[in-house]
């Protein structure tokens, strides 16, 4: 097991060095540079040299990746060029956003796309098994985007159920000590705030944890049927089990396995999905944040950015595997 | 009748057949399938007749149409109804159709060449190669796919031509990684180590022998890849960082993008570009499940 972990850790170093290379080379391949976007059209030569020295944009390429190499390996990404805040300073803020809004929708999906995998493939063939593979296909087929739109006309335009932007109600001067406003409110007792952070929560979770339901629900089903022929399934049934017991120790148990892989490659498209959920909810999250500083050429929140969450993607990745290792002894020894 | 009789009865019964014989009528008895051709067809349809089924020029502004505000919705003239400029929506809807089938197609296949060629290099070659070629895929995959495609056309400016390479390029790993694999699979098959044995070339081995064994998954991941094109296009669109114009040619999800605040008082232009996004979708999404059952023994009959 141990030396598993290890050697997983080992694959780690080469893709985050291509990805620091990879990052690197696409900003300097960035039409504009950050001083000309930033200062407008009305900028003096005098201004930009200044600027591009203080933000040390004309040393040679060498010199700028290797202490871009340095700083980042000290979780140092530097000063937003929009903002001047530090951009780890604004990943403390965004990061746990996103990170909320993504467990949510996870946990949607996981949630409900299980136990609708497992009675579709139970009743396979019945009409519960055909809504769900419709609702499966229709979940994969329709656009983050349009969705979050559609919710947002539904429940908060049209039947005002719920909250259509933000995070948190405006008018709400809460402290948040370390901006997971699910967890500060909890560990306050603060139960409102609690709520309207809930509220808030509910329809970009749903949005974002649709393409993640419907591949959850099509895995479990698939993976249902195949394990149900086993011969120790039929092995439990003849020695007299209740079924219900079946269901869970056998079936289930073992259909579970492929689905924890699943869940792991779904964070990729969770990440490609939050920019766009995060825009049409005005979510103040890390996907939102990086389409601004794309547009504002924000080098520093770019660069940081999207190392970070590219390293959060492999960690989490690495993690997975491990998980899936400890669950399937079959995979620790191959 | 004697028993080599019966046998030769026997297996005149079983007609010639081949896979692809049998998954071309798997597919046309899929009803899905079907499905999925009818809404591909009307998207292909509108997307090559476009000049001819419009009804408005798709810059052309009905300004008095909008002067008592956003935005008067279908009518006999004005089938969709009109934009926020008052322009006609079912034409650019119909426009648009040209623009995501062609991105979609021509990214597609970008992904595809690139993919095909690196994956079966990687696969057939092995050692350095294999792992050097591998190991930039990882970091390509280690992107999330939308970021990555936002990447590049961040780096090369906005327009079509740009457009299709990043949702290209953003494709390339996947492909490639699905090529190698099934090569790697088909590589110590039987046929290909006796083919080996007399002595054929290794290009031939590779072009011949593998991978038209390899083909099938690759034929049913690029179907579905089309429905992805579409989605991605549409989300770079909505998120204003597609075409150069939009005006000029009209595209789905940028039609998406500012309609956002007028969700109370004209929710059709949302839900007519998000409808025609979903349905061409779901229309490849269809033909590449059926492609799938059709061409994987393994799941047929289920």
Redesign the interface.
């Known amino acids: 097991m141990l030396r598993f972990v290890v050697r997983r850790l080992l694959l780690l170093v080469p893709i985050l060095i291509g990805l620091s290379i990879l990052v690197f080379v696409w900003i300097r391949a960035l039409p504009g540079s950050p001083a000309d976007s930033l200062l407008g059209e009305r900028t003096t030569p005098e201004l930009v040299r200044e600027y591009n020295e203080r933000f040390g944009l004309d040393d040679p390429v060498y010199v700028q990746y290797w202490r871009y190499v340095k700083t980042t390996a000290q979780f140092d990404f530097g000063v937003s060029i929009a903002t001047h805040r530090y951009v780890t300073d604004e990943i403390r803020e965004r990061f746990p956003a996103t990170m909320e809004l993504a467990f949510a929708a996870m946990l949607f999906a996981t949630f409900l796309g299980i136990p609708l995998g497992f009675v579709a493939a139970k009743r396979y063939g019945g009409p519960v098994d055909h809504a769900s593979l419709f609702a499966s296909l229709i979940g994969v087929s329709i656009p983050v985007f349009f969705l979050a739109i559609l919710l947002k006309y539904v429940f908060a335009v049209r039947l005002g159920w719920l909250p259509s932007v933000g995070r948190i109600d405006v008018e709400s001067d809460v402290e948040h000590p370390t901006n997971f406003y699910i967890l500060d409110a909890i560990i306050t007792r603060d139960w409102a705030t609690l709520k309207d952070v809930i509220r808030h929560l509910i329809l970009p979770a749903i949005a974002l944890g649709s393409i993640p339901l419907a591949i959850i629900t099509r895995i479990t089903r698939a993976s249902v049927l195949d394990v149900q022929n086993e011969d120790y399934v039929r092995t439990a049934r003849a020695k007299g089990l209740p079924p219900r017991i079946v269901d869970r120790r056998h079936i289930l148990r073992n259909a579970l396995l492929p689905i924890s892989t699943i869940i792991g490659l779904q964070v990729g498209l969770l990440l490609s999905g939050a920019i766009l959920t995060e825009t049409v909810f005005a979510f103040p999250g890390m996907g939102s944040w990086l389409r601004d500083a794309i547009f504002n050429r924000d080098y520093p929140v770019l660069q940081g950015g999207i190392l970070f969450l590219a390293f959060v993607f492999v960690i989490v990745n690495l993690l997975v595997d491990i998980s899936y290792a400890i669950i399937n002894p079959r995979i620790r020894y191959s | 009748m004697s028993v080599v009789e019966a046998e030769a009865v026997e297996v005149q019964l079983e007609a010639p057949s081949g896979l692809w014989r049998d998954a071309f009528h798997l597919l046309i008895r899929n009803p899905g399938a079907i499905v999925g051709f009818v809404f591909v067809g009307v998207f292909v349809f509108a997307a090559i007749f476009a000049p001819l089924i419009a009804t408005h020029d798709v810059t052309e502004q009905n300004l008095p149409l909008i002067a008592n505000g956003c935005c008067p919705g279908p009518s006999a003239d004005h089938w969709f109804g009109v934009d926020l400029l008052g322009r006609d929506v079912f034409s650019r809807i119909v426009y648009g159709a040209r623009v995501s089938l062609l991105i979609g197609l021509v990214s597609v296949s970008i992904g595809l060449a690139i993919g095909l060629v690196l994956g079966a290099t990687a696969g057939y070659v092995g050692g350095i190669v294999d792992s050097s070629i591998m ?2 895929m ?10 990555l495609a ?2 590049i056309v ?2 090369l ?1 906005p327009g079509l031509k740009e457009v299709m390479i990043a949702v290209g390029l953003a494709n390339v790993p996947v492909f490639a990684r699905l090529v190698r694999s099934s090569i790697l699979a088909q590589r110590e098959a039987d046929f290909v180590v006796a083919a080996k044995a007399v002595g054929v070339k290794h290009h031939s081995i590779l072009f011949s022998h593998i991978l038209p064994n390899a083909i099938s998954p690759v034929i049913v991941t690029a179907t579905l890849a089309m ?1 992805t094109a579409i ?1 991605d296009v ?2 770079l669109g ?2 204003g ?1 597609g075409l150069q114009d939009p005006d000029e040619t009209p595209e789905w ?1 940028s039609m ?1 993008t500012e ?2 605040e007028y ?2 008082t004209a ?1 059709f232009l ?2 007519i570009p ?1 409808t025609a ?2 349905i061409s ?2 229309g490849f ?2 033909i590449g ?1 059926g492609l799938r059952e059709a061409l994987d023994p393994k799941l047929r009959g ?1």
Do not use: E, T
């Open positions: 190991r930039v990882d970091v390509m995959l280690a992107v999330p796919g939308l970021l936002i990447g961040a780096a400016g429905a989605i549409a989300g909505f998120l960082i999800g998406l309609v956002n969700l109370q929710p949302a839900l998000g996004i979903v979708v779901l999404n269809l499940d289920r």
